[in-house]
């Protein structure tokens, strides 16, 4: 896009413009024909008079209310919508009056581009109007509009049927995260599940952290949590380096980490001396804000640790500066530490555990080749496996070995690949052997920490009698042999060792996600598996936007969107130290035939003639109002004043608190060099809970590969694209990153969006040279999996051999209608990058390593 056209949409952003509106299927029952094109300007039929009739009018007054945008970016941020005769006319960031004090958290909380296009994505062509069922083949495009007791009354029997045969572990509640409400939940869905099917089959993990999860509290068990010190304390800190760490991209709100990070920038000044950024691309993060970017390969960041690392120790500045703090507080850093913790569990009486530990298999004799290892992990072994020079990764070493107060964190990104886990534990080693944490400016590594302040759930309850979970990404391999899922092959979890879980998954419900098809991994392979109705029976699909997972369904029940729905919204999970509530008031009234979730629960909870459990004889604006008082009770005269009721509240809007605390993780590590006297340790560089996974869990498919092992110690893993034969006839690998135009795949249908953040794949202008491409023209990029078209970037930011691509854009396969979606195998002209993705859990979260790609170029 051109600059000019770029401003000009960027401007409009935050006016009143012409609205993306929606065509009505109404006067059809059985539809083959499409809804309007996403982007597509058309009439907003059973709303009010068409787009040309919206503007501002001089005899009703604007009106404002707040709601938030709630999208998983980690900051719920507030925004004001102004309407006129019941119609929105514009969307306004949060201002704070003007003040912006970050001292004291007196700032404006403001919405980024997205939280401001509210207006076009509430008014998007493909929003879903009536209760849909499918009636031709799934994914295939043909529907029928139903009334909502039908819906009702069908899902219900349907899933009760199967619950019935099968057991209630055979109902699955699919991960979603596109709605992030505090009372109006999928947890209304959920409970009405509980209650008239006796419960469902649930999940842990998640797309974006399952392996960081699994391999923080691996790591530093008494930490709790991902989160390590917060941002400020970057103020004390003389050296940032960042692994896949992107905050100026993903956490882009005015409250927000992207906001924390600038400013301490801002207060550290110069003794901040050294901003590096690990990334095979050159995010904004950076742009001048970095003192050094390190181009580094997809999934190689732990090898170059591990250079650094021998370099830490190979020159004697560990057992100079950190030896003695690291035997006090680690287990695992070398074999007399692991011989006296062996030592001291056979004195215990604990065999079982002593038997766990392999006193070889210790990080100092990994990394320098001694011992039972053979390799040096120094940096002429690193450097091609990672793509840094020689003289970048010993120059590395020295600039933490020099620094007093280093602060490193571990992005999200790094976790998402093959054995995700170990890349997570191997990085985790720099702050370890710095010997420094604990100390002000200084990070275990761990994701900065946020204050928060959370919403008002609905309060009533039931118990889920399917007693199991799975790993939010194995839902397609337990549609297909979950009734062999067992903790030890498959990590099901809440029963007991060896237990089976016992069905396929026969139903899935699938609220405000689009993890059903788009967001998860190999998008052909997936669809084999869901339009097979002889596997899985019934689909359940609630959203507002006709989705490529949407299009998957068997039912489509229409949600409100947030402008329509009233709620109690916290800040989410990575909003910065700047805690903040939204009463979210409704500013328009429900479109077309919508339902919120409260309402679509206890439509299906009476089809299950569960009524009375459900609603407890009270209304939902009675539940609402309760749960406003529980917010009440937890927060007023705590720092923040709030009023007596919700309706009082809404017309306060937003309320907000700045952290207590920004101390650094784990301060009560700062200096010391006292052991505990139980023999544990606050941080385990050899696992013990992976040594007994090791000992006791089956590899994936029974598989040898490397990548699919589970080790105590942290150790670089190729991953399972690093074989020759797919290195030479895939020779690119793939860095996929969150663009500011979606978070996920939300926002992908707001055409202004589309414009000014285009979707496009970078390529390195030496490698675009080779192949003879141009800029801006459309390429193929291909892999095992599959194949998506979409235009090329020629750019130097990012390093040769990479191609760079944001996810989330919506599969579309070619000839696709705008209610299916096309062949499978057919090149996706949406360019969903999961369409190349493979499925392939990690060893231990079982978890998403959508990252871990390679394809070629045409």
């Not at 006016?15 to 982007?39: D, F, L, M, Y």
């Not at 799934?138 to 349907?158: C, L, M, P, Y």
């Not at 946020?450 to 309060?459: D, E, K, Q, R, T």
């Not at 920004?662 to 023999?679: H, I, V, W």
């Amino acid at each position: 896009m051109e600059r000019r056209r770029f401003l000009k949409v960027s401007a409009a952003m935050g006016c009143a413009a012409s609205v993306v509106g929606c065509n009505s299927n109404s006067k059809s029952k059985t539809t083959g024909e499409p809804w309007a094109k996403i982007g597509e300007s058309t009439e907003i039929k059973n709303v009010g008079e068409p787009l040309t009739d919206l503007g501002p009018s001089t005899e009703v007054a604007e009106e404002g209310s707040w709601t938030a945008c709630l999208v998983n970016c980690g900051s719920n941020c507030p925004v004001k919508v102004i309407t006129q005769n019941g119609k929105i006319t514009r969307i306004d960031a949060h201002t704070n009056d003007g003040k912006d004090d970050y001292d004291t958290g007196d700032v404006p909380i403001r919405a980024c581009l997205r939280g401001r296009s509210l207006r076009q994505r509430t008014y998007a062509a493909d929003r879903l109007k009536k209760p849909l069922k499918r009636v031709g083949d799934r994914g295939h495009g043909q529907w029928e509009e139903i009334s909502w007791d039908q819906a009702f009354n069908e899902i219900a029997t349907k899933a009760k049927t199967l619950s019935d045969k099968y057991g209630c572990r055979s109902i699955y509640n699919n991960y979603g995260s596109g709605a992030y409400y505090g009372f109006h939940s999928k947890s209304c869905i959920t409970l009405a599940m509980k209650m008239g099917l006796g419960g469902y089959l649930g999940s842990y993990g998640s797309y974006s952290w399952a392996q960081y999860g699994a391999a923080a509290p691996a790591t530093f068990p008494r930490n709790g949590s991902t989160s390590g010190t917060p941002l400020s304390q970057l103020k004390h800190s003389d050296f940032f380096m960042g692994f896949g760490f992107n905050p100026f991209e993903m956490r882009m709100s005015g409250s927000g980490q992207q906001y924390d990070m600038l400013k301490a920038i801002e207060k550290a000044g110069k003794n901040l001396k050294h901003i590096i950024n690990v990334d095979p691309r050159y995010t904004e993060t950076g742009l001048g804000k970095e003192t050094q970017w390190v181009a580094v390969k997809p999934g190689s960041d732990a090898a170059l640790a591990e250079a650094m690392a021998y370099e830490m120790i190979n020159s004697g500045w560990v057992d100079r500066n950190s030896k003695a703090w690291i035997d006090a507080n680690c287990l695992g850093y070398d074999k007399t530490s692991l011989e006296n913790k062996k030592a001291a569990l056979i004195a215990a009486k604990k065999q079982d555990e002593a038997d766990l530990i392999d006193v070889g298999e210790n990080y100092h004799d990994y990394v320098m080749g001694v011992g039972k290892f053979t390799e040096k992990h120094d940096a002429a072994w690193a450097a091609p496996i990672c793509g840094v020079s020689v003289s970048e990764i010993k120059q590395l070493a020295q600039d933490l070995m020099d620094a007093q107060a280093p602060y490193i964190v571990v992005g999200g990104g790094i976790n998402r690949h093959s054995c995700g886990e170990q890349q997570c534990r191997a990085l985790f080693m720099l702050p370890i052997l710095t010997g420094k944490i604990g100390n002000p400016g200084v990070s275990n590594g761990l994701m900065p920490a946020n204050s928060g302040l959370g919403g008002g759930g609905f309060a009533n309850s039931a118990s889920n009698n399917a007693h199991a979970s799975i790993s939010c990404f194995q839902w397609p391999e337990a549609i297909e042999r979950g009734k062999d899922f067992t903790p030890e092959t498959d990590g099901l979890r809440s029963v007991k060792p060896g237990e089976k879980l016992g069905t396929n998954i026969k139903a899935i419900f699938n609220m405000n996600g689009n993890t059903l098809l788009n967001q998860h991994a190999d998008v052909n392979g997936t669809r084999k598996i869901l339009e097979d109705t002889t596997k899985c029976e019934l689909i359940v699909v609630v959203d507002c936007w006709m989705t490529a997972s949407a299009k998957m369904a068997d039912y489509i029940l229409p949600d409100t969107s947030w402008l329509e729905t009233d709620d109690i919204a916290g800040d989410s999970y990575a909003s910065g130290e700047l805690g903040y509530m939204t009463f979210m008031k409704a500013a328009i009234e429900p479109m077309y035939d919508c339902r919120n979730m409260w309402d679509i629960g206890l439509g299906l909870a009476k089809a299950w003639g569960k009524e009375q459990d459900y609603t407890k004889g009270k209304t939902r604006q009675e539940w609402l109002e309760q749960a406003y008082q529980g917010v009440h009770d937890r927060y007023n005269g705590k720092g923040l004043t709030l009023p007596a009721t919700y309706a009082e509240a809404q017309k306060v809007g937003v309320v907000k608190k700045i952290a207590v605390t920004s101390a650094p993780k784990m301060a009560e590590l700062a200096n010391n060099t006292t052991p505990k006297a139980d023999g544990t340790f606050p941080i385990y560089i050899y696992s013990m809970d992976y040594a007994n996974k090791a000992k006791t869990w089956t590899p994936w498919k029974n598989s040898t590969a490397a990548c699919d092992q589970i080790t105590a110690i942290p150790k670089y893993t190729p991953a399972y694209t690093e074989t020759k034969t797919e290195i030479n006839e895939y020779p690119f690998q793939v860095v996929e990153y969150h663009t500011k135009g979606r978070t996920h795949s939300s926002y992908h249908n707001v055409a202004w969006l589309r414009e000014v953040v285009q979707d496009a794949a970078w390529v390195n202008p030496v490698d675009a040279q080779a192949l003879g491409f141009n800029d801006t023209q459309m390429i193929t990029m291909t892999s095992p999996q599959g194949a998506i078209e979409v235009m090329i970037k020629i750019t130097d930011r990012v390093m040769p051999g990479v191609v760079g691509i944001a996810q989330g854009a919506w599969y579309l396969g070619t000839g696709a209608t705008d209610n299916g979606l096309g062949p499978i195998g057919s090149v996706d002209k949406g360019g969903c990058s999961n369409t190349l993705t493979k499925y392939h859990p990690t060893p231990v979260a079982k978890g998403n390593p959508q990252h871990t790609i390679r394809v070629k170029l045409s």
